[in-house]
């Protein structure tokens, strides 16, 4: 059991590069999330899912886009990277209870 | 609209000597209360959580939480620190039955066990 795992773990983009950050969780948890992490700042929710097929808006959605194909999968797109958008991501899942069970991160740097 | 405040940017501590981390939340409705930890370069992993019942909440590595309505509080407290216990520890409130996406963090708090 992984549990929820996320590709790739470091990235380095040129400003206006595209690119698609994926999440993965084997525990058939029905809702997903993909929140950024900033210094002093917390965790911000980017957009999440409640179940195959859905998607919706979190807190800091602008800049990003994402799709669950699978329910097993979410994606989380940068179609054209700017600097702002340097963070750290997580990925992380629910089954209920609000009790969320997160990834690694992915470390993006956007120069 | 929730909030949460974690009252302390960083806190250092003596090894063994007991800590809290301070958590204050508002919430015009009832509430689930979680503290998660974060070890460097890793994601968060839940320590402990206050669903209902029992106010005083024991989570993993010999910490402990009390829930106090009246003052809008969940307290993070360890009576004796190990150097191993050097993270950041995040305070989060969430809307009941909602799965999760009304969970808001706080902005942390990092623990620094020194020997």
């Known amino acids: 059991n992984a549990g929820v795992t996320q590709t790739p773990k470091f990235r380095v983009l040129k400003t206006g590069q595209s690119m698609t950050l994926l999440c993965a969780q084997d525990m058939n948890h029905e809702y997903m999330y993909w929140y950024r992490q900033d210094p002093g700042m917390g965790l911000r929710l980017i957009h999440y899912?409640?179940?195959?097929?859905?998607?919706a808006k979190g807190e800091v959605p602008d800049g990003y886009n994402v799709s669950r194909l699978k329910k097993q999968n979410f994606l989380l797109g940068l179609e054209s990277a700017a600097p702002s958008q340097t963070s750290v991501y997580f990925c992380?899942?629910?089954?209920?209870?609000?009790?969320?069970?997160f990834g690694p991160g992915t470390r993006l740097t956007v120069t | 609209a929730q909030s949460v405040t974690q009252l302390d940017s960083q806190v250092p501590v003596f090894e063994e000597a007991p800590v809290e981390l301070r958590c204050n939340y508002s919430?015009?409705?009832?509430?689930?209360l979680f503290w998660y930890v974060q070890y460097p370069n890793q994601g968060l992993q839940l320590l402990l959580k206050y669903l209902s019942g029992s106010t005083l909440v024991k989570g993993i590595n010999g910490f402990e939480a009390e829930f106090n309505k009246s003052q809008t509080s969940f307290h993070l407290r360890k009576p004796s620190v190990h150097i191993s216990d050097t993270a950041e520890y995040f305070c989060a409130v969430s809307e009941p039955n909602t799965g999760g996406f009304k969970t808001i963090f706080g902005a942390g708090t990092r623990l620094f066990v020194k020997a």
């Open positions: 992380a899942s629910t089954s209920g209870q609000n009790e969320q069970y």
């Open positions: 919430s015009s409705v009832s509430v689930y």
């Open positions: 899912s409640v179940g195959e097929g859905t998607t």
